[in-house]
């Protein structure tokens, strides 16, 4: 008897998962599209195999629209569905009503208006079905047909969306409308709340190009975290529904010119295929353009147009949205892009300028992903490593915010303090500024390898041109003080001015280099770091016054020791590193006058410097931060 009941319990066990929705889709679930199968088994989050297709994009109120549910491939079969039509401006708002043209393979339902909803009738395969769906006569604007699609009991999708189909009053349909005017049953419109996935659910406030993203597609945008956060200056939507590969693209509030997706074989420019969005005459117009890689640019000359639809396009408060389907596999330049088994680098760029041909550079934001992909897949997309970007930043700062600094006000003001103390040889305050001066060129030449053995080439900018004549200047100054002429000889003023010359012309073009890089999108750096940038100048300059103030009063006289005032004040430039016996035993028997004061700052001095090549690194290696009066309130509330 127990056995008897064990085989029966695992029959039915077996027997129950393999019977999808017997009867069709129960009005009880009218609300949320979503089946209650096995106690609650979830929706699948994969690509569906599956799409819902209008077999035209217009037609006119009160017409027929013939509307298919096809399989990606063709052998995959399907048992159940259960499908409406929404308002795409109320998506709560259900639309029209259906037609019955089979009964044996569908059951119309009432969901609180007249067969205002299609499902099975049997749990038997099917693939490719047609259904006819009657448009409201009292209605104009865009629909999109929603629906659950079960391939068995314990694997359907729910929210598979149509492409979107506009109605247009009756009689104002374009020619080649698949429409057929109708007076039978007043058309019905009713109201139900759309379903919302549990693993995608989000305030009503979300834009909806986040909604799905990493669970039903795959999102990628700059600054690099910005999708988490839903603040993306650009952002790119990749929904693969069987053969269909659907972009969806969006720019923020910046006014750009344009919004493109690339997809590369590389994670660098240059023949990559590409899809711009651009506004014109106050609508959004799409192109197919190519990259090359030199000189760098992108065109629309020579690249078919034929193989991606605009499907979906807007433009409100310089915000630009597209929607846009690629073909599956298709050539540009000659070099084949199959989007089924090739996997590829997402690019995504915006710029404040476009004309009729191409659009221009990147100027406000450019990301790549990290590495290549294949679409289909949905998960997280990251962007490419920036270590190299961010090591580059941390050593630019600490060579020129922080040791170049020191080392220059040592060589300047600290000539005669420490006198008689020596270190490695070498008086005190030259054995300081040449190991400041090691550091900061050491520095500088690894930062410069590491960014171009980064970025694989040379790119021009404001930034890049200061930096490099920084580098250059930089990079000759050991090799000038190696060479320099003894102490004594006539050209040694000549060098001892030169090298000064260098060496601050160096640290200005630094410090303006730095400022160019905080407008870098690349960098990732916020706006209010030029404050920080600005105090640095402005702690600096006032601590090189109080210095020269104090060095002038020597000179003026105000110290009571006129002798050794004299010797303590002469002029900097008179020798770069004086030898041990360039001053006669008396004249090197104390310091200069003011030494306590100027050990005393020095340590001030530095105390503040490091402060800032600190703040400036954690800055730059956690970039992008962001700081503003909304993240802050946001940060309370949370």
Not at 5 to 18: E, G, K
């Amino acid at each position: 008897m127990w056995s008897m009941l064990s085989v029966v319990v695992v029959l039915s066990a077996l027997i129950t998962p393999s019977i999808t929705l017997p009867n069709g889709a129960p009005t009880s679930v009218c609300n949320t599209l979503l089946p209650f199968h096995g106690g609650g088994i979830p929706p699948l989050t994969t690509t569906s195999p599956f799409r819902i297709t209008p077999v035209t994009s217009v037609i006119g109120s009160g017409q027929v629209l013939q509307v298919e549910i096809e399989s990606f491939p063709a052998s995959v079969v399907f048992k159940g569905f259960m499908v409406q039509a929404r308002n795409r401006q109320a998506p709560n708002q259900v639309l029209g009503r259906f037609e019955l043209t089979d009964e044996d393979a569908i059951k119309l339902i009432n969901c609180g208006g007249q067969d205002d909803t299609a499902t099975h009738t049997n749990t038997k395969t099917k693939k490719d079905l047609a259904l006819e769906w009657i448009a409201p006569s009292d209605f104009t604007g865009e629909i999109v047909f929603n629906g659950t699609i079960a391939q068995d009991y314990d694997k359907f999708w729910v929210g598979i969306e149509s492409s979107p189909v506009k109605i247009v009053a009756s009689g104002q349909s374009p020619p080649g409308v698949v429409g057929i005017s109708t007076s039978r049953r007043p058309p019905v419109t009713t109201t139900v709340p759309s379903y919302v996935s549990p693993t995608v659910a989000k305030t009503e406030s979300v834009d909806p190009i986040y909604q799905g993203c990493g669970d039903i597609k795959g999102c990628f945008g700059f600054p690099e975290g910005c999708v988490d956060s839903q603040s993306c200056q650009a952002i790119v939507a990749t929904t693969v529904q069987g053969e269909r590969y659907i972009f969806e693209m969006k720019s923020g509030s910046k006014r750009p010119a344009y919004i493109a997706v690339g997809l590369s074989m590389d994670d660098r420019m240059g023949d990559d295929s590409v899809i711009e969005c651009v506004p014109e005459q106050g609508t959004v117009n799409a192109y197919a353009s190519w990259t090359f890689a030199g000189p760098y640019g992108v065109s629309r000359e020579g690249i078919a147009q034929n193989f991606f639809r605009l499907l979906e396009k807007t433009y409100n408060d310089g915000e630009i949205y597209c929607r846009v389907e690629r073909d599956a596999v298709s050539t540009v330049k000659g070099q084949k892009f199959d989007l089924i088994n090739g996997k590829y680098h997402l690019m995504v760029a915006v710029g404040s300028k476009a004309d009729s041909t191409h659009v221009s550079y990147h100027d406000i934001g450019r990301h790549v992903s990290g590495a290549p992909m294949a679409l289909a897949e949905v998960g997280p997309v990251m962007g490419r490593g920036k270590l190299m970007v961010r090591l580059h930043g941390a050593f630019m700062l600490t060579a020129w915010i922080g040791t170049a600094s020191l080392g220059i006000l040592l060589a300047r003001y600290f000539r005669q303090t420490w006198v008689g103390s020596q270190l490695c040889g070498k008086d005190q305050w030259f054995a300081w500024h040449r190991f400041m001066m090691v550091i900061t060129w050491t520095l500088t030449i690894a930062g410069f390898i590491i960014i171009f053995v980064d970025l694989g080439r040379w790119s021009p900018s404001p930034h890049a041109f200061v930096g490099l004549a920084t580098t250059i200047i930089c990079f000759l100054q050991p090799i000038g003080a190696y060479f320099r002429p003894h102490p004594g000889t006539k050209r040694r003023p000549v060098f001892n001015w030169l090298h000064w010359l260098g060496g601050n012309l160096a640290h200005i073009l630094a410090i303006v280099a730095i400022f160019f890089a905080v407008k870098l999108q690349k960098a990732e750096l916020p706006d209010w770091l030029d404050f920080i940038l600005i105090a640095f100048v402005a702690f600096h300059v006032i601590m090189h016054l109080i210095f020269s103030i104090f060095f002038w009063m020597q000179i003026g006289g105000c110290v009571t020791d006129r002798r050794n005032s004299q010797r303590v004040t002469s002029f900097p430039m008179a020798d770069m590193t004086p030898s041990r016996n360039s001053m006669s035993s008396g004249e090197r028997k104390q310091d200069a006058a003011f030494g306590g004061f100027r050990k005393v700052m020095l340590f001030f001095y530095t105390l503040i410097i490091v402060a800032f090549v600190i703040a400036l690194v954690v800055i730059v290696v956690l970039a992008p931060i962001e700081v503003t009066v909304e993240s802050i309130k946001k940060q309370i509330m949370n």
